[in-house]
């Protein structure tokens, strides 16, 4: 016996996706295959409107409306309730996309990509680094003789700009490069994805290898927040502040060898990615994308499984494994030389190269061998330097620029965090 009451109740239940207990019977629903022939069948294909966000107060409304049954006041208040929530998480979500342009035509060596800081905003090139926390820029602080060719951030040109008090940051990278100085908080936007008040570090001090690059004009630290230098209180990278307001907690690097590729934030673009994302568990600990690698190959060589723990690095340029793996790798090519002289790996540019293949759990990813002739020693040299170094006197492996390069790469900010891996 089918009573109005249950009939709302099967609705309600239908409504929020639960199977109800009475089976619904409303009517029959027309099937076929929606082209219209006299077959008697058809079917149409449910889509989603776009910016629908569902409401399952309304659907019982509907509901009672249909059947003539008075709306008690709570189911009105509710319908309005949802519908305020949902008008409220649609306008906080957003999503991203921005470009990573090589410094350098001629060969990766870093990658930059616009960012807007303050009112009225200030655009500046920043490089996108996974392996550190620290967003800091060229500033109106930083001495002119320091100073070549960078645009600066200018914080008393910006209205909302706010100083952070007592703050002070200095970091040291893995080449030595390095720069130190305070700390304002002001609206920061990349690829469309604004963070209002966001700490930018502005440099008061930078090495000499960041004054020479005239084309970076700071960086944005990617890593976990708890490498941030900021003293006495760490701050948050540009990720985690906008985490909360993406559709999706994640940002994917797509770079490319001589070419322009893109940061995306808060979603994964299919079309960017061939076959399946492999996705792996990420070492937070310190603060790194650190992930397990399952092993290598050398050119059409035999696989060697192996655990190869490393950081993806987009701040870094090559890639530096253990010395079994690069010795292996460059035993294979006519006059590679450990060059002192150089300062890594060397080969005559005639030379051919065997691409590089890195196990990611049970897939893997092929480095391509003309990512591996980085470039020549200077221009016109016969001596080329290759693109995978030894780590043994870094103490940690980088999955730099030469690998990455070659993969669509997700960095998953979710609980726990995930790094994924998929062909391109
Ligand atoms: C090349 N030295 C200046 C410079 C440009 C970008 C960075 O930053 C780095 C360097 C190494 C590792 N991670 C980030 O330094």
Same mark, same amino acid.
């Given at each position: 016996m089918v009573t109005l009451a249950n009939l709302v109740l099967a609705t309600a239940l239908a409504a929020v996706g639960l199977a109800s207990v009475i089976p619904p019977k409303i009517g029959t629903t027309a099937l076929g295959n929606g082209h219209g022939t006299s077959s008697g069948r058809a079917?149409? *294909?449910?889509v989603r409107r776009p910016g629908y966000r569902f409401n399952g107060a309304r659907d019982i409304y509907k509901t009672y409306l249909k059947y003539g049954v008075p709306v008690p006041d709570y189911l009105k208040n509710a319908v309005a309730n949802i519908d305020a929530l949902n008008a409220a998480a649609l306008s906080k979500r957003e999503n991203g996309s921005a470009a990573a342009i090589p410094i350098d035509p001629r060969f990766d060596i870093a990658y930059v990509t616009p960012v807007t800081i303050g009112t009225p905003p200030q655009t500046l090139y920043l490089d996108f680094d996974t392996g550190s926390s620290d967003l800091w820029v060229f500033s109106s602080h930083t001495p002119e003789s320091q100073?070549?060719?960078?645009? @600066?951030?200018? &914080?008393? *040109?910006?209205?909302?700009? *706010?100083?952070?008090?007592g703050h002070t940051w200095s970091i040291l990278y893995g080449d030595?490069?390095?720069?130190?100085?305070?700390?304002?908080?002001?609206?920061?936007?990349?690829?469309?994805?604004?963070?209002?008040?966001?700490?930018?570090?502005?440099?008061?001090?930078?090495?000499?290898?960041?004054?020479?690059?005239?084309?970076?004009?700071?960086?944005?630290?990617?890593?976990?927040?708890?490498?941030n230098t900021v003293f006495p209180n760490g701050q948050l990278t540009f990720f985690d502040n906008a985490k909360s307001t993406l559709d999706s907690p994640v940002f994917t690097a797509d770079l490319k060898w001589k070419k322009e590729g893109t940061y995306d934030f808060g979603f994964i673009d299919e079309t960017k990615y061939t076959g399946e994302i492999t996705y792996l568990p990420v070492q937070t600990d310190p603060g790194y994308w650190t992930f397990t690698s399952s092993g290598y190959a050398v050119g059409d060589g035999a696989f060697h499984p192996a655990s190869i723990v490393g950081i993806a690095d987009t701040g870094t340029s090559l890639t530096y494994l253990p010395a079994e793996v690069v010795?292996?790798?460059?035993?294979?090519?006519?006059?590679?030389?450990?060059?002192?002289?150089?300062?890594?790996?060397?080969?005559?540019?005639?030379? *051919?190269? &065997?691409?590089?293949?890195?196990?990611?759990?049970?897939?893997? @990813?092929?480095?391509?061998?003309?990512?591996?002739?980085?470039?020549?020693?200077?221009?016109?040299? &016969?001596?080329c330097f290759g693109g995978l170094q030894s780590s043994s006197w870094l103490g940690v492996n980088i999955w730099g620029d030469v690998a990455l390069k070659a993969a669509f790469v997700v960095f998953n900010g979710a609980n726990p965090p995930t790094i994924g891996w998929a062909k391109k």
């Open positions: 079917s149409l *294909k449910q100073v070549r060719g960078q645009r @600066i951030y200018s &914080p008393e *040109k910006s209205s909302t700009a *706010k100083l952070l008090a030595g490069s390095g720069s130190l100085g305070n700390v304002y908080t002001d609206n920061f936007t990349v690829g469309g994805v604004t963070v209002t008040s966001q700490a930018v570090q502005t440099a008061q001090q930078v090495s000499y290898s960041f004054t020479s690059q005239s084309e970076i004009h700071g960086l944005v630290g990617l890593g976990f927040s708890t490498l010795t292996s790798y460059w035993g294979q090519v006519d006059g590679a030389v450990d060059s002192d002289y150089y300062g890594g790996y060397v080969f005559p540019c005639s030379s *051919k190269l &065997p691409s590089f293949t890195f196990g990611v759990g049970p897939a893997n @990813i092929t480095i391509p061998a003309s990512y591996i002739n980085y470039a020549q020693i200077t221009e016109g040299s &016969p001596v």
